[in-house]
């Protein structure tokens, strides 16, 4: 069968983001507008669909024009489409024309299908709504696609049947991660995607799913339940992706990647074990961190890694079911100065019992940990959490209908403390207080301090050092030979890059 499968993007966030970034006036935050990656959820069942002899165009609806992705659907015989909750009014556009005005049919996956699958089916967008991972219903739609009857013995859809929501039982989550096919990568224009990024590279995926509990996080995808790759295929993949493509670095979307310490540093291990040298990006909380796991992670070319912080607030962090305390966070945060770790915090404010005393509280714990940078959002309640069921009173209307952004935000509810207004203050006074804190002569001095008597501390560390910096200097020679040297041999503007010029006053 010809299958088309679609990333669903806001037009009028993509619109928002190109408008913000044009005005010089503006304060950005570091990558406050959105990479622009190759979808890997539809890659992954791009590839999936591929393994069982069926033909797949991918289209990214965040870089792709209309008029392609027009095209792709008369091709297909299936239109797959792919939304997260800020994409949703967009993929029920796509998908009415895929149905009413093409006349093919339509599955439609992602959080959002999966928390509100009648967003869809009753506007007429969809024939069937997937819930949870496609990767084994997906398949077994396509083969059952022309005989309705079989459909309610498909588990894990949604769709309608005598007119009401028919919900199949819940199918259950992929257990062995080795058994994934690779993300269907030649399926996109890799290069064109990496000229349109601040800084190139490829994205992949090793794992799937957190344990926490955090109440803002959607996990109705991979409800709470983590699986990953075996390191040895961990590094198969990203070997494949150096040999395809040759990036400067990966960047590692997996959900919390340091969860499993043996298995981080086995990873890191076989990485030098194939004298593979590249750099490496992973999200992370910083109290999965210890001693010997981020020394290994820097051995082996971690160069960044984004902890979700989210406050620095006791009481807040209680409220949100974080899991960590600001102890905790001081701790984790003097290991990664004193290792050499860049290292970023992401913020949320807005939460319904937020107070000014509580984002005090977070500005002195941004000041004392001293973190490279510092990302502050403003809450999006999200269907299928915690928090979103606590705020609908608050409501101004249906998120799915205001095609917000994590950055450039929408006022989604009325805070019952803040204007909308004032939590836009409140985020610019944190980005002062980390200015503060970590810009001048001073605080790179203590950050160079803390550094050398950890050295002195273990000088196990040192010995490290001269075989980083080695390391490095093959892999600034790899670069420099590629088609991506600009980005170590040119002047790069700072708006362009989207760095935050944020002073102390």
């Given at each position: 069968?010809?299958?088309?499968?679609?990333?669903?993007?806001?037009?009028?966030?993509?619109?928002?983001?190109?408008?913000?970034?044009?005005?010089?006036?503006?304060?950005?935050?570091?990558?406050?507008?959105?990479?622009?990656?190759?979808?890997?959820?539809?890659?992954?069942?791009?590839?999936?669909?591929?393994?069982?002899?069926?033909?797949?165009?991918?289209?990214?609806?965040?870089?792709?024009?209309?008029?392609?992705?027009?095209?792709?659907?008369?091709?297909?015989?299936?239109?797959?489409?792919?939304?997260?909750?800020?994409?949703?009014?967009?993929?029920?556009?796509?998908?009415?024309?895929?149905?009413?005005?093409?006349?093919?049919?339509?599955?439609?996956?992602?959080?959002?299908?999966?928390?509100?699958?009648?967003?869809?089916?009753?506007?007429?967008?969809?024939?069937?709504?997937?819930?949870?991972?496609?990767?084994?219903?997906?398949?077994?739609?396509?083969?059952?696609?022309?005989?309705?009857?079989?459909w309610d013995q498909i588990q894990g859809i949604t769709f309608l049947k005598d007119g009401e929501l028919f919900r199949t039982p819940r199918r259950p989550l992929v257990k062995q991660m080795d058994q994934v096919p690779f993300p269907a990568y030649h399926l996109w224009d890799i290069p064109r995607y990496m000229r349109l990024m601040v800084n190139p590279g490829v994205?992949?995926?090793?794992?799937?799913?957190?344990?926490?509990?955090?109440?803002?996080?959607?996990?109705?995808?991979?409800?709470?339940?983590?699986?990953?790759?075996?390191?040895?295929?961990?590094?198969?993949?990203?070997?494949?992706?150096?040999?395809?493509?040759?990036?400067?670095?990966?960047?590692?979307?997996?959900?919390?990647?340091?969860?499993?310490?043996?298995?981080?540093?086995?990873?890191?291990?076989?990485?030098?074990?194939?004298?593979?040298?590249?750099?490496?990006?992973?999200?992370?909380?910083?109290?999965?961190?210890?001693?010997?796991?981020?020394?290994?992670?820097?051995?082996?070319?971690?160069?960044?890694?984004?902890?979700?912080?989210?406050?620095?607030?006791?009481?807040?962090?209680?409220?949100?079911?974080?899991?960590?305390?600001?102890?905790?966070?001081?701790?984790?945060?003097?290991?990664n100065r004193q290792l050499g770790m860049y290292f970023k915090f992401f913020i949320l404010y807005g939460f319904p019992e937020d107070t000014v005393k509580d984002h005090r509280l977070t500005e002195e714990l941004i000041a004392e940990t001293r973190c490279d940078a510092v990302c502050c959002s403003i809450l999006q309640p999200i269907p299928g959490t915690e928090v979103?069921?606590?705020?609908?009173?608050?409501?101004?209307?249906?998120?799915?209908?205001?095609?917000?952004?994590?950055?450039?935000?929408?006022?989604?509810?009325?805070?019952?403390?803040?204007?909308?207004?004032?939590?836009?203050?409140?985020?610019?006074?944190?980005?002062?207080?980390?200015?503060?804190?970590?810009?001048?002569?001073?605080?790179?001095?203590?950050?160079?301090?803390?550094?050398?008597?950890?050295?002195?501390?273990?000088?196990?560390?040192?010995?490290?050092?001269?075989?980083?910096?080695?390391?490095?200097?093959?892999?600034?020679?790899?670069?420099?030979?590629?088609?991506?040297?600009?980005?170590?041999?040119?002047?790069?503007?700072?708006?362009?890059?989207?760095?935050?010029?944020?002073?102390?006053?």
């Amino acid at each position: 069968m010809k299958i088309v499968l679609i990333y669903a993007k806001s037009q009028a966030i993509r619109q928002k983001a190109a408008e913000v970034f044009a005005d010089e006036n503006v304060t950005k935050g570091e990558l406050a507008r959105d990479e622009i990656y190759p979808p890997l959820g539809i890659s992954i069942l791009a590839a999936e669909l591929e393994q069982l002899g069926h033909e797949v165009k991918l289209f990214d609806d965040s870089i792709d024009e209309i008029d392609d992705i027009r095209r792709g659907m008369e091709w297909a015989e299936l239109v797959g489409i792919s939304s997260l909750t800020p994409n949703a009014r967009r993929a029920r556009e796509l998908g009415k024309i895929a149905k009413d005005e093409i006349g093919r049919p339509v599955v439609l996956g992602g959080p959002h299908p999966t928390t509100n699958p009648e967003f869809f089916l009753n506007a007429g967008a969809a024939d069937i709504c997937v819930q949870g991972e496609g990767d084994l219903t997906l398949p077994e739609i396509v083969e059952h696609l022309h005989d309705r009857s079989r459909w309610d013995q498909i588990q894990g859809i949604t769709f309608l049947k005598d007119g009401e929501l028919f919900r199949t039982p819940r199918r259950p989550l992929v257990k062995q991660m080795d058994q994934v096919p690779f993300p269907a990568y030649h399926l996109w224009d890799i290069p064109r995607y990496m000229r349109l990024m601040v800084n190139p590279g490829v994205t992949l995926i090793t794992s799937r799913g957190c344990p926490y509990a955090c109440t803002f996080c959607d996990a109705e995808m991979t409800p709470r339940q983590y699986r990953a790759m075996s390191p040895e295929r961990t590094v198969d993949l990203m070997e494949l992706i150096l040999r395809k493509y040759n990036p400067p670095q990966l960047v590692l979307f997996d959900d919390l990647f340091t969860i499993q310490r043996k298995r981080v540093i086995a990873i890191c291990k076989e990485i030098i074990k194939r004298d593979l040298f590249f750099e490496w990006v992973a999200e992370s909380r910083v109290d999965t961190m210890d001693f010997e796991m981020l020394r290994w992670m820097r051995k082996a070319g971690c160069v960044k890694i984004y902890y979700g912080l989210e406050s620095g607030s006791p009481d807040m962090l209680v409220t949100m079911k974080k899991g960590v305390t600001p102890e905790k966070v001081r701790a984790g945060a003097k290991l990664n100065r004193q290792l050499g770790m860049y290292f970023k915090f992401f913020i949320l404010y807005g939460f319904p019992e937020d107070t000014v005393k509580d984002h005090r509280l977070t500005e002195e714990l941004i000041a004392e940990t001293r973190c490279d940078a510092v990302c502050c959002s403003i809450l999006q309640p999200i269907p299928g959490t915690e928090v979103y069921e606590q705020l609908k009173p608050y409501l101004t209307r249906d998120v799915a209908e205001m095609e917000f952004h994590y950055w450039h935000s929408t006022e989604s509810f009325k805070h019952p403390t803040f204007t909308h207004e004032e939590l836009h203050q409140e985020r610019e006074r944190l980005l002062k207080a980390h200015a503060r804190a970590t810009k001048g002569l001073v605080p790179k001095v203590r950050r160079k301090f803390e550094r050398l008597c950890a050295m002195l501390r273990h000088p196990e560390l040192a010995l490290d050092l001269i075989e980083i910096r080695q390391r490095r200097k093959r892999y600034l020679k790899r670069v420099a030979t590629s088609d991506w040297a600009w980005t170590y041999t040119q002047e790069r503007d700072q708006v362009a890059l989207q760095v935050p010029n944020v002073s102390a006053d």
